[in-house]
């Protein structure tokens, strides 16, 4: 069998901000995604026992999960800029932008959060979170997409 | 070169946080002018909820050789200064004035929200380490001036409150009511407290201040016991015993929890005409620049003052579950509003003779100030004229001057107490001092 032709067409886009191989956005975006789900989870264990310490995990959990996607947002930004490949793809602008609208939205959140008791969970609170991982099952979907049919950082296989 | 830049950037920086946080905290509504809310109906505005909490402290500039402003008619001179955050203050049969320096314990961290708060509150006060004892004053020749000082009570444990019954001294530390035996003149106790009664304290202690006085004829002591939280956010578990005044039987310690419902009750006092309990009531926060007035109040055996559940009345706090119409429907209104955020922590009837008849048989009020309202208010002790052992009349400013320039705090006024010539004592837990107040024509 002949070695493929070099055409740029046929090699993956490349992650720019990477630990060997490993591109850095997709190992850190796990982290915001569990926390704005399981936000979801204690707002609703809250909503229904009223027990302060569910609203209180809640809290924990936006801030941390703000914390991981500011580095996961640069590190995902410059691989979405560095490459026109990733740029071309459609998938790659809903996940960018539907991503920046999740964390907008949770930073939202996490202020109705710092309100004491009930308010600062039901109803906006509790929305919120709702809507946050809604928009997550979308935002998620693309960036795998991103990966398993675009093969973005994804390394070139040898030729069998 | 990266200095200057930075040096450049940071005003603009400053800015930029500073339009983007009010745009955030201060989309709420405009303070109103605190008079409205001053007497026995207050002005309600509707509830603001904010986005993120308001907090706007004073910032700490201290006297610098400078005393507070009186009224006409009266002059300020310091009592004692170089002090460790002094909070409360009692004067001894003998004249001695005993000051307790005090702090509350560290405050825990469960939400992140509290990250930052502790750390606003610590700017609000003296960088000095507070003390953990009482210190007693002594004015040997009555011009005002104490010539002795000393340390009367030692190793305690965020004391606040003080009372003397007889020659039982009762001091409330933050999770304990003590008694010491004290002999007329003694400038200092070793002897070690007996425990009368257990006073709900940490692991959280929100509201650490344990307030104390004696009823008229010594037979029981009453003990204001402050919420465990702003509305219920610490779980309703950490409010049992809490947000009350207790009535403990001096004899035996029996307690019981007189009236309910008061948030944080400071100042126990009784009304020296009709014998009734008074106190001074710090009401809830972030529900807006002018919700909910602070209040002075005659303080009903039984009664049920609102909180958490509701203000004023009938006004439903929606922060609260599982709500309670039940104990809505009960609540009671108080007495006199003071106006929102001015944090009253000191009251004394004037009894004496010292000041100008104008201040005889009303109430002096210390309002310790605002942390969370864009225009800063409190900072001052007021005068509360009474009749027939009721309000009567509007507030007056008595002592200002601890604000300067809108939001610059030199001090802030806690504890009164009324001294052996009849002069008013104030004092400052941020300005470290004591300020004792006199005829202007007088001692």
Known sequence: ?160 | MIATREANATPAARVATAALLLAIAGCGPAPIDPSRQVGADPYLPAIHQYLLPPMHVAKVVGWNGATPSAAAGLKVQPFATGLANPRSLYVLPNGDVLVVETGGPPAPVSRPKELVMNWVEKMAHSRTKPGQRILLFRDLNGDGVPDQSSVFLDHLHSPFGVVLVDNDLYVADTDALLRFPYTTGATQITAAGVKLCDLPGGPIDHHWTKSLTASPDGTFLYAGVGSNSNITENGMQAEVGRASIWQIERATGAHREFATGLRNPNGLQFEPQTHTLWAVVNERDELGPDLVPDYLTSVRDGAFYGWPYSYYGQHIDPRVRPQRPDLVAKAIVPDYALSSHVAPLGLVFYTGTNLPAHYRGGAFVGEHGSWDRSVLNGYKIVYVPFSDGRPAGPAEDVVTGFLIDGDKARGRPVGLAVDGQGALLIADDTGNSVWRVSNASGT
């Open chain 1, 1 to 160: 069998m002949a070695m493929p032709t070099i055409n740029t067409r046929y090699i993956n886009p490349r992650s720019r901000v990477s630990v060997r191989g490993h591109p850095l956005h997709a190992l850190l975006v796990p982290i915001p995604i569990s926390c704005f789900f399981a936000t979801l989870v204690t707002d609703i264990v809250y909503w229904r026992t009223a027990a302060m310490l569910w609203a209180d995990i809640s809290a924990w959990l936006l801030v941390i999960g703000l914390s991981f996607s500011l580095f996961a947002v640069a590190a995902g930004l410059i691989d979405f800029l560095a490459d026109g490949r990733i740029r071309e793809l459609r998938a790659a602008w809903i996940h960018a932008f539907g991503n920046i609208a999740v964390i907008v939205l949770s930073i939202v959140n996490a202020m109705i959060h710092t309100r004491d008791a009930y308010t600062s969970v039901v109803p906006a609170g509790l929305i919120l979170s709702a809507v946050v991982v809604v928009m997550l099952a979308v935002t998620v979907w693309n960036g795998s997409s991103l990966v398993y049919r675009h093969g973005v950082g994804v390394r070139e296989q040898e030729a069998p």
